[in-house]
């Protein structure tokens, strides 16, 4: 994420930023870590729009595992994205988790896409990395998206479109079809198999969390 476009934008984030803290000051004492954590949140957000991206990695680190230990998955995503955003040390580690989280959990599909389309960024344009991300996205989307189903797909297609002609310079429907099905993209066991390498890749030894404990909180069906 860039910093603020204009002054309107910088004067925007600014007064994000006092009202949030102003509200975690007026918190009575009997709030829960959860609603501190989501004013925190919202500040580590305000500092990425205002590009104090140190104070909003700081700020946001400690929230991951919070939200996590309150079932609160999709801020615990959110939360992963800023750390991405600030673009410090191990944003690539944050980025890998939050994606992590965003396949294994029922969050927004939407943030899920995001996540997902970062990957594709930050994947070599002949690596098949991005492929599997992209195709992972518009699967998501295809499975997950109600209201905004045409527009999820369309947009996760447009993103595998970009993603084939950048990896094998191919553009028409029907070679993007063959290049889908040469990678196995359309076998989703493969797919999110070939995704959970790409993301040990990105995280290495470092997660912040035990995925094997959450794994077994998950619902067999």
């Not at 410090?88 to 996540?115: F, K, R």
Request: hydrophobic share 45%; aromatic share 8%; charged share 25%.
């Amino acid at each position: 994420m860039s910093a603020f476009q204009s002054a309107d934008e910088r004067v925007w984030f600014e007064n994000k930023l006092l009202k949030c803290r102003q509200k975690l000051r007026d918190l009575p004492r009997e709030a829960s870590n959860f609603q501190r954590a989501q004013l925190e949140l919202e500040i580590a957000e305000a500092l990425i729009g205002l590009n104090r991206l140190e104070e909003a990695w700081s700020c946001a680190r400690p929230l991951v595992e919070l939200f996590i230990a309150e079932q609160k998955f999709e801020h615990a995503v959110k939360a992963c994205r800023v750390l991405y955003q600030a673009n410090q040390e191990d944003s690539i580690v944050a980025l890998g988790q939050g994606c992590w989280l965003a396949v294994t959990y029922p969050v927004d599909p939407g943030l899920s896409i995001e996540m997902l389309h970062n990957i594709v960024d930050e994947t070599p344009e002949q690596s098949d990395g991005a492929a599997v991300a992209a195709m992972a996205a518009h699967y998501i989307a295809d499975v997950r998206a109600k209201e905004q189903h045409e527009n999820l797909t369309f947009l996760t297609m447009q993103i595998l479109a970009k993603v084939a002609k950048r990896h094998r310079g191919i553009e028409d429907e029907e070679s993007i079809r063959m290049w889908i099905e040469i990678l196995e993209l359309n076998d989703t066991d493969k797919l999110f198999n070939r995704l959970a390498t790409i993301v040990d890749v990105m995280t290495g030894d470092s997660w912040w969390f035990d995925r094997d404990h959450l794994r077994a909180q998950l619902p067999v069906n």
